[in-house]
């Protein structure tokens, strides 16, 4: 089984400035550095490396994504205003929260390129399965802006890709901690793309990501949200994995999956209040890689540079069938904290999102 990784270290390169925790730094706010510094994700990459881990991978060397393949998503003017404003040192994605410097037009297309690259390699029979490890992040970002830190959708540009190339059904399963908006905005109408967000109830965006928005027209049913109570673990994403998520992704049988892989849903990401440790990412991947198409993990949120590392490495070792000698440290620690185990108010709200779910629908037409 080879896998895949993508990396590259212009991915470090995108420079997102100094405001705390997203909001700009000035006035009485000191400044000292965006949630989405590059840390986060190169412990993670060094972590991969100094585990032995990447003499297990096939390394793919990224090539970015051209202007025609950034447009089968986004809008000319939203491209167009990338690239200007990153030649002209920078500016803002699109939500006041998602500032980049020089040359991250450039990082950008090279993330959503990163997806590209992983897509042709399963594709061609090089790997089996593949880890982009991409930055800037993507799943927020529509077809006319960027948000949440994101400038490209890099998935839906990399679906887009998969299916020039012959696919014509594929799921995405994002446990990013914030709703997929933007991979959901592009494909609603689209019944080629089944996609999935779990995600925390009413953190981000804003009235997003509800169990009533389901698709739109022909794409209606395709579209699935878990919105889950803040505090849940895993016993709570286990509960939607077996009621929600894997019977709606059997029921498409895509030919290739897609997950937005953010590890924003730790215990310790201090974006969001959730209580994920490595185990069950690690449970959460073999749940996916069960489901028998081709996986590729694209790289999203996760904002604690401390334990961002050991669920992605986590991550990577389930999709490689290697076990590195590595430990988690925290993880003893995380075991027991509370909400580990499903609550009765978290099973009632995977019920809900199950209740919405229209199986019929999503199956393929003989
Ligand atoms: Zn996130």
Redesign the pocket.
């Known amino acids: 089984m080879a896998t895949g990784w993508i990396c590259h270290e212009r991915y470090f390169w995108h420079d997102t400035g100094s405001g705390p925790l997203g909001a700009p730094a000035g006035g009485y706010l000191e400044p000292l550095r965006h949630p989405d510094h590059p840390d986060t994700k190169r412990r993670f990459r060094n972590l991969v490396e100094v585990s032995g881990l990447l003499d297990a991978l096939v390394p793919l060397k990224p090539r970015p994504a051209t202007r025609d393949e950034l447009l089968r998503v986004h809008t000319e003017a939203h491209v167009t205003r990338m690239r200007e404003l990153s030649e002209a040192g920078g500016g803002d994605a699109g939500d006041g929260e998602s500032p980049f410097g020089p040359g991250s037009y450039d990082i950008a297309a090279l993330a959503a390129g990163g997806v590209i690259t992983a897509v042709d390699a399963v594709l061609s029979g090089t790997v089996s399965h593949a880890y982009a490890l991409v930055r800037p992040p993507g799943h927020h970002a529509v077809p006319d802006r960027g948000i ?1 830190f994101c400038m490209f959708g890099n998935i839906a540009v990399a679906a887009e890709h998969a299916r020039s190339r012959g696919l014509s059904r594929i799921a995405v399963v994002d446990w ?3 709703h997929g908006n933007g991979t959901q905005t592009i494909f609603e109408a689209d019944p080629g793309v089944l996609a999935i967000s779990l995600h925390q109830d009413g953190l981000f965006p804003e009235a997003s990501g509800g169990v009533a928005e389901r698709g739109t027209g022909p794409g209606e049913g395709f579209t699935v949200n878990i919105p889950l109570p803040a505090g849940s673990g895993a016993g709570a994403y286990l509960e939607a994995f077996d009621r929600v998520v894997e019977p709606a992704v059997r029921a498409f049988e895509p030919e290739l999956v897609f997950v937005a892989s ?1 590890f ?1 849903a730790s215990a310790f990401d201090p ?1 969001a209040r959730m209580a994920l440790n490595s185990a069950a990412y690690r449970a959460l991947t073999s749940r996916v890689l069960s489901l028998g198409a081709p996986v590729i993990a694209a790289h ?2 996760g904002y604690s540079p401390e334990y961002v590392p050991f669920c992605g490495l986590a991550v990577v070792e389930t999709l490689a069938g290697v076990r590195t000698p590595v430990t988690d440290p925290f993880l003893d620690a995380l075991l027991t904290i509370p909400g580990q185990e499903l609550a009765p108010h978290q099973r009632e709200a995977v019920a809900r999102a199950a209740a919405a779910l229209d199986l019929e629908a999503v199956r393929p037409r003989p």
Do not use: Q, S
């Open positions: 949440g990013d901690v914030h953010g924003d974006l999203e949120g």
